[in-house]
């Protein structure tokens, strides 16, 4: 294969920029104001964002259930959990649960060779939830006594919207998990930034009004070349 020279590669950039004048910085800032557009108008924002996974829990098993409270601000759409296989593939059940005040409102099996040992496994919520309070319960059906699994956990409390229970004790610590609600872009945008404390809000507002007259201004000078 013939080597390409980089200085060959660079000179024919330098001609075509020549060439298109600013036609090309017209052209990216048309792609990206449209692409602002076309993106997604719903996408899953992170509500939870805790997951350090410090220990893990007892072994689980159908007579041992784990029971983790939390909330979420806009429809829930998708929790991830972490988990310990202890380096085998489970063979079992894991059966979750999410349940708001004294009603099962999502319930789904899932087969244990789904499930990879240290690593986040989602779990889509569909229909999707209000936003509240509510508590999700893990059990794990084994398909024989070599079978183990179990979630990961903190030693103190670190969550501060809900509790953690294991056979109905209190807990000190909570499980890792992550919880989303399904958002609108820009009002997932803002959050984020705000949760962060990335920029305020009125910035956020004068950064999208700059990006909108950026469009503009690149559709004019498209249209006028």
């Not at 690593?119 to 084994?142: C, E, K």
């Amino acid at each position: 294969m013939p080597k390409i020279k980089v200085e060959v590669v660079l000179k024919r950039v330098r001609d075509l920029m020549a060439r298109l004048g600013n036609k090309w910085l017209y052209g990216v800032l048309l792609a990206l104001f449209a692409g602002l557009l076309f993106f997604p108008k719903y996408y899953d924002v992170l509500d939870t964002g805790f997951y350090m996974n410090q220990v893990p829990s007892p072994i689980m098993t159908p007579d041992k259930t784990i029971v983790q409270e939390f909330s979420v601000n806009g429809p829930l759409s998708r929790l991830d959990i972490r988990f310990g296989t202890y380096d085998n593939t489970p063979r079992g059940t894991l059966r979750l649960r999410i349940r708001k005040s004294t009603s099962i409102v999502f319930e789904k099996e899932i087969p244990g060779n789904r499930i990879r040992n240290n690593w986040m496994t989602s779990f889509p919520v569909s229909p999707r939830l209000p936003a509240g309070n509510y508590r999700l319960i893990l059990q794990f059906l084994p398909a024989d006594e070599k079978d183990k699994l179990s979630v990961w956990i903190t030693h103190n409390d670190r969550y501060s919207r809900g509790r953690l229970f294991i056979n109905q004790s209190l807990q000190s610590g909570d499980l890792a998990f992550r919880a989303y609600y399904r958002s609108r872009l820009l009002a997932g945008l803002r959050t984020f930034l705000q949760r962060f404390h990335v920029l305020p809000g009125y910035a956020i507002v004068l950064l999208l009004v700059l990006w909108f007259f950026f469009g503009i201004l690149a559709l004019y000078g498209v249209c006028k070349r």
